[in-house]
């Protein structure tokens, strides 16, 4: 745990017990603060009494003697409407924040000059984050991993010289984080994502945004537009900056995609990094991006060309992101449930041919419209969830459809017409939607596709 000491001595409120919502009050207490913990839900109250935790009603409390409001990430800011204790907080005139400005803020105080890597984009951010963690592990140093991706960020331990921390954060996080100061902050991509919580798309991409403008190195991706003008302002303002790309094959200093290569252009002088070729974990072009972004977050230990090769090489891929479950036959089924808009979707399907492909569930907006130019490489579809008649009416007679309803139905179907293919078929769970119509997240729809798939592996193979 890293004890947040900036509040000792003083009261402060904090909503939403959550994960990392009673992690941060055990990090409030631990460092010194009085904490006030409050949550809609019944379960996380009686929780959080069972810890020790001051339970206080927040509608009925005396705000005056609060110094801040700790609000989860999970908790409305502004969109569609500000949450109640968000309205209470500002009345009072207090400052609302969340865990990962907690961190900041304690950082500062016991190690400002400590590793810090945060990572954000609206796609690629989790394996980015993994693979950063990967390389710099490899390369013989003590990590803490976590943020977004899994682990609250106050569970870790606290910040120190001697300890890199890699950190995801998504918007909502930002968004609670006023002085966000990473060592290295990288901004992958923006598109269309989280409207209804942030309102306007300008309004999305100005809070990724916040990531880069603190940070004393930053890395930003500049294959989609907003991301460019980002970049173009850091450099007006002398920012340090290493852009990516898989689109621009010559930067004027920067890390590229070109083929399977990763390559450095140094004042004029490009520099074959390593070939992704073969690395199953970093399919695709969006992984070349992903791959550059963690080798500029090395910073001068990306130099090290043989140690950065051996290290993208071992990366073991996370689950649920082109995660190849297994073959039966030619069949290869790959488990890319994180695909949960249809630019993550889009992904998967620039990485295989011969697709059997699995999708629905919640849909967002735009639905499946983006991914019409790469219909032809779907030799036919199954449709589950919410999602099935709006797909259907985007796919028309693109390709053949099943509507399965269900996973289970539709892993079964996909299986049965990819085993009659005489080339080399794909069945890929990408469902372009969000889990929450069939499954709590994407995680556990993941799950439950590799779980089937496996099945069908081991049952017919008699394993």
Not at 29 to 55: L, N, S, T
Not at 69 to 90: N, Q, Y
Request: overall charge negative; some cysteine.
């Amino acid at each position: 745990m890293t004890p947040v000491t900036v509040f000792d001595g003083k009261r402060v409120a904090l909503f939403g017990l959550g994960g990392s919502g009673l992690v941060s009050a055990d990090a409030l207490r631990a460092g010194g603060a009085e904490v006030a913990v409050w949550d809609d839900k019944e379960p996380a109250r009686e929780k959080a009494a069972a810890a020790g935790h001051e339970v206080l009603d927040l509608s009925r409390a005396d705000w005056s003697q609060f110094r801040a409001l700790i609000l989860a990430p999970g908790v409305p800011l502004t969109h569609p409407k500000s949450h109640w204790t968000v309205e209470k907080a500002r009345v009072a005139g207090i400052e609302i924040i969340g865990d990962i400005e907690l961190f900041c803020r304690e950082r500062r105080h016991i190690a400002p000059k400590s590793p810090f890597i945060a990572i954000t984009g609206t796609n690629g951010k989790s394996t980015t984050t993994a693979l950063i963690a990967h390389l710099f592990r490899f390369f013989g140093h003590e990590v803490a991993v976590g943020g977004n991706i899994g682990t609250p960020i106050l569970a870790l331990p606290p910040p120190s010289p001697e300890r890199v921390h890699v950190i995801e954060c998504s918007s909502f996080q930002i968004d609670l984080a006023p002085t966000l100061d990473p060592s290295v902050g990288i901004l992958l991509n923006i598109t269309p994502d989280h409207l209804d919580r942030h309102g306007t798309m300008e309004n999305y991409a100005e809070i990724k945004e916040r990531l880069v403008q603190g940070a004393d190195h930053a890395v930003i991706g500049l294959d989609d537009v907003p991301c460019v003008a980002i970049a173009g302002r850091l450099r007006a303002r002398g920012k340090p900056l290493t852009c990516i790309s898989n689109t621009f094959m010559e930067l004027l200093d920067g890390i590229t995609l070109d083929g399977t290569r990763l390559v450095r252009h140094d004042h004029g002088v490009a520099l074959t990094i390593a070939d992704l070729a073969g690395i199953a974990s970093l399919r695709g072009r969006h992984n070349g991006q992903n791959a550059a972004a963690a080798v500029a977050a090395l910073e001068g230990e990306g130099r090290d060309l043989d140690r950065v090769r051996r290290g993208l090489a071992s990366f073991p891929g996370l689950a649920h992101r082109l995660e190849e479950v297994g073959r039966l036959g030619k069949t290869l089924f790959v488990n890319d449930s994180k695909a949960t808009n249809a630019d993550a979707a889009e992904k998967a399907l620039l990485s295989f041919d011969n697709i059997y492909w699995i999708l629905g569930g919640k849909a967002k907006a735009g639905g499946i419209e983006p991914l019409k130019p790469l219909f032809g490489k779907i030799a036919k579809g199954y449709l589950i969830g919410e999602a099935t008649e709006a797909f259907a009416a985007t796919i028309e007679e693109a390709f053949p459809i099943e509507r399965c309803g269900t996973l289970d139905v539709a892993v079964a179907a996909a299986a049965r017409d990819a085993a009659k293919s005489t080339a080399d078929p794909v069945v890929l769970l990408s469902p372009a939607c969000a889990s929450y119509d069939q499954f709590p997240d994407f995680e556990k729809r993941g799950d439950y596709f590799r779980t089937l798939a496996r099945a069908i592996i081991d049952g017919t193979t008699g394993n």
